[in-house]
């Protein structure tokens, strides 16, 4: 089974701080990948990386760094938190497929972020 | 223009009752593949299924089952004699090739109450 597995459950800051959230994979997936989620909106990609220290922007990355230095952990980073940062984070990876192929995600629990 | 469409907010059943989840997506691709997710109230998405463009044929699983039409647009969701531990947010997600990496876009989620 594959799993993946973030650092914190819940995780309260405040305006200004720095704040890592952590993702480990161990299915040896290449893909992976930072989403939020909020009331009415879905899902919306943030960031995603398809090879250790590659990175691409996805739809919302404003505000967001990430890092990728061993293929199985991927990390989220708010450099300076603020209130609209407040949400629900989501960690996936996947086993890339040939262009067009089947690639399913694969989510780790979340992490609910309250900024204060 | 949203990719993805769950028309349905929330929907409250009584356990036993029958009930349709609506999924419209939009695409130009020819090759593209949908998926449906379940994501508890402990916040982790579980992958339920995966369908690929070029297989209409609807599946069952269980009381779970997915009618793909293409001509529609649509990849419905229903589930039979629903249970209360059927109680979650539903999303339903399109997977499109951008380069050479399957995009995800999800719908906003359709929260199912199932009550005893």
């Known amino acids: 089974d594959v799993k993946v597995t973030q650092s914190s459950r819940y995780l309260v800051k405040r305006t200004g701080e720095k704040v890592f959230l952590e993702c480990v994979q161990d299915?040896?997936?290449?893909?992976m990948f930072w989403y939020r989620q909020d009331p009415g909106l879905g899902l919306r990609l943030i960031y995603f990386s398809y090879d250790v220290k590659m990175k691409e922007k996805g739809d919302i990355p404003e505000g967001y760094s990430v890092s990728r230095e061993k293929k199985e952990r991927f990390s989220l980073i708010l450099e300076s938190a603020s209130t609209n940062q407040t949400s629900m984070y989501l960690c996936?990876?996947?086993?890339?497929?040939?262009?067009?192929?089947?690639?399913?995600?694969?989510f780790g629990p979340g992490t609910r972020l309250l900024v204060l | 223009a949203q990719k993805v469409t769950q028309a349905q907010t929330e929907i409250s059943v009584v356990e036993k009752e029958d009930v349709t989840l609506d999924c419209v997506y939009e695409t130009r691709d020819t090759t593209y593949y949908l998926f449906w997710y379940k994501q508890p109230p402990s916040g982790e998405l579980v992958f339920l299924i995966r369908?690929?463009?070029?297989?209409?044929q609807n599946e069952i699983s269980g009381r779970y089952s997915w009618n793909f039409q293409k001509s529609t647009s649509s990849f419905n969701f229903t589930i039979t004699a629903s249970q209360v531990v059927d109680s979650a947010v539903y999303f339903c997600a399109l997977s499109e090739v951008i380069y050479n990496f399957n995009k995800f876009y999800f719908g906003s989620g359709t929260k199912l109450n199932v009550k005893p």
């Open positions: 369908r690929n463009s070029f297989d209409e």
């Open positions: 299915m040896d997936h290449e893909n």
């Open positions: 996936a990876s996947s086993f890339p497929g040939l262009a067009g192929a089947q690639e399913t995600q694969y």
